[in-house]
């Protein structure tokens, strides 16, 4: 149980063409999923917080306009990111939150997606 | 501002040796702390989740300790095998609104040579 998976797994676009990630929990619902995104050999980055039903929360310095997020439903989140350059190449991950059971502190994580904007 | 800090960055061992890893954090206000293991290209992998108010939390060959006061945190994994070879992560967890926002390490990339 508590299976999230991201798709694409890896992505390959061409500078200035926009990219969809989509996450989706696979056996729960999730009203609350974290997009993170990760460099090379550095820890991850808390992107924004997305809200099923409500505009997403960026974090200091994450241009909202650039990576778009729309909490569709309770199982499904998409990261766009518009115009994309090459700094934009990273690998991004998903976590959701489940609604309901558990200790409230569980996130569970999508396998990630490779970006390479060439 | 909390930062996170994880010593070693990268450990190589030998199969079957008991092995350490560090983390440390700079407010020692958390609600909890957590460590969490990502393989080469993958997700992660929750392993062990101490609250504020415990010490220590246990699951197999891993034990985790915590001492919120001194700021640190240290990952036990006994027996080790290859299967363990991967990059484990600390993470500690403080109130933001409802978002309980993980502050993360940088991790420890651990090679478990047979």
């Known amino acids: 149980g508590a299976v999230v998976s991201q798709h694409p797994s890896r992505v390959i676009c061409k500078s200035g063409t926009s990219v969809k990630i989509e996450c989706r929990s696979l056996?729960?619902?999730?009203?609350?999923m974290f997009w993170y995104r990760q460099f090379p050999k550095q820890s991850l980055m808390l992107m924004a917080t997305?809200?099923?039903?409500?505009?997403?929360?960026?974090e200091q310095g994450v241009e909202k306009d650039k990576f778009l997020i729309n909490h569709a439903s309770l199982t499904l989140s998409t990261l766009t990111v518009t115009s994309a350059h090459p700094e934009d190449s990273s690998f991004y991950i998903c976590?959701?939150?489940?609604?309901?059971?558990?200790?409230?502190?569980?996130?569970?994580f999508g396998p990630g997606t490779r970006l390479t904007v060439t | 501002k909390q930062e996170v800090t994880q010593i070693p960055a990268a450990l190589s061992v030998p199969e079957g040796e008991n092995l350490v890893l560090n983390c440390s954090f700079t407010?020692?206000?958390?609600?909890?702390l957590q460590w969490f293991r990502q393989d080469p290209g993958k997700g992660l992998t929750s392993l062990l989740l101490?609250?504020?108010s415990q010490r220590e939390q246990t699951s197999g060959r891993l034990n985790a300790s915590l001492d919120k006061s001194s700021g640190r945190s240290t990952l036990y994994i006994a027996a080790s095998q290859p299967g363990d070879s991967a990059t484990y992560l600390c993470?500690?967890?403080?109130?933001?609104?409802?978002?309980?926002?993980?502050?993360w390490g940088l991790g420890t990339s651990l090679a478990v040579n047979p």
């Open positions: 976590s959701a939150v489940p609604l309901a059971g558990g200790s409230g502190y569980e996130q569970y």
């Open positions: 056996d729960f619902q999730a009203t609350t």
């Open positions: 997305s809200n099923e039903g409500s505009k997403a929360t960026y």
């Open positions: 407010d020692s206000a958390i609600y909890n």
């Open positions: 101490i609250q504020s």
């Open positions: 993470a500690v967890r403080q109130w933001a609104g409802n978002n309980r926002k993980l502050i």
